[in-house]
């Protein structure tokens, strides 16, 4: 059964830094795994898919990285603002299923 | 172009009755998933459906049940309510095939007393 954790629960760090949150999965037979980020009471925005094939992906100011050998992904966020406060999942689909199975996601706080 | 839109946002409803969630996608996505979302659980999948098919369902007891129309548009339903289905309800649009980026609504928030 596949289970999705990210580590850490929690992270606040000063504005302007770069940090990197984490993903991992313990069943490496994924199409492919998504970042998201929930504003707090709001839906889910999509931020980056990254197919089984692919290695990363990059959309302006994050980059999304995928090893699936190792059954881990990263979230780069560079030179954090305020803005980037919210709380960031990554899901992943497995085989043709149709559906996401979540991690528990991190809350992350940018501090002024 | 307008995303997915669920209605309504915001539901109160008593131990016992029936509720029904509407989900209108992303013009032109036919492919249309549910996830429950609580503090305890985190985001578990509900069902998925593709032109009018439940292609996919998730552990959730028969109270739970839900359709897709010919325009894409779905209702999810749950019957005789328990306070444990208090969460917020969302759901996702996607175009057809795995690989597709999903695209999420606001949510209806459920609050069951």
């Known amino acids: 059964k596949q289970e999705v954790t990210q580590i850490p629960a929690a992270l606040s760090v000063p504005e302007g830094e770069n940090l990197v949150l984490n993903c991992s999965f313990t069943?490496?037979?994924?199409?492919?795994l998504q970042w998201f980020r929930q504003d707090p009471g709001k839906g889910l925005t999509s931020l980056l898919l990254i197919q089984s094939s692919q290695r990363e992906q990059t959309s302006g100011r994050l980059n999304a990285s995928l090893d699936k050998s190792s059954g881990r992904s990263t979230l780069y966020i560079a030179a954090s603002q305020p803005g980037d406060s919210a709380t960031y999942l990554c899901?992943?689909?497995?085989?043709?299923?149709?559906?996401?199975?979540w991690g528990a996601g991190t809350k992350l706080i940018i501090k002024p | 172009k307008a995303g997915v839109t669920q209605t309504p946002r915001y539901l109160i409803k008593t131990r016992g009755q029936q509720v029904t969630l509407s989900c209108s996608p992303i013009?032109?996505?036919?492919?249309v998933s549910w996830y429950q979302q609580t503090p305890g659980q985190g985001l578990q999948f509900l069902f998925e459906?593709?032109?009018?098919?439940?292609?996919n369902k998730g552990n959730f007891p028969g109270r739970f049940s839900g359709r897709q129309f010919s325009n894409s548009r779905s209702e999810m339903n749950v019957s005789t309510l328990e306070l444990g289905d208090s969460a917020l309800y969302l759901c996702?649009?996607?175009?057809?095939?795995?690989?597709?980026?999903?695209?999420f609504g606001q949510g209806t928030r459920l609050t069951v007393v």
């Open positions: 996702a649009s996607s175009l057809p095939g795995v690989n597709t980026e999903a695209f």
């Open positions: 013009s032109g996505h036919r492919s």
């Open positions: 899901a992943v689909t497995m085989d043709s299923n149709y559906q996401l199975i």
């Open positions: 459906y593709f032109s009018e098919t439940q292609r």
């Open positions: 069943d490496s037979a994924i199409y492919n």
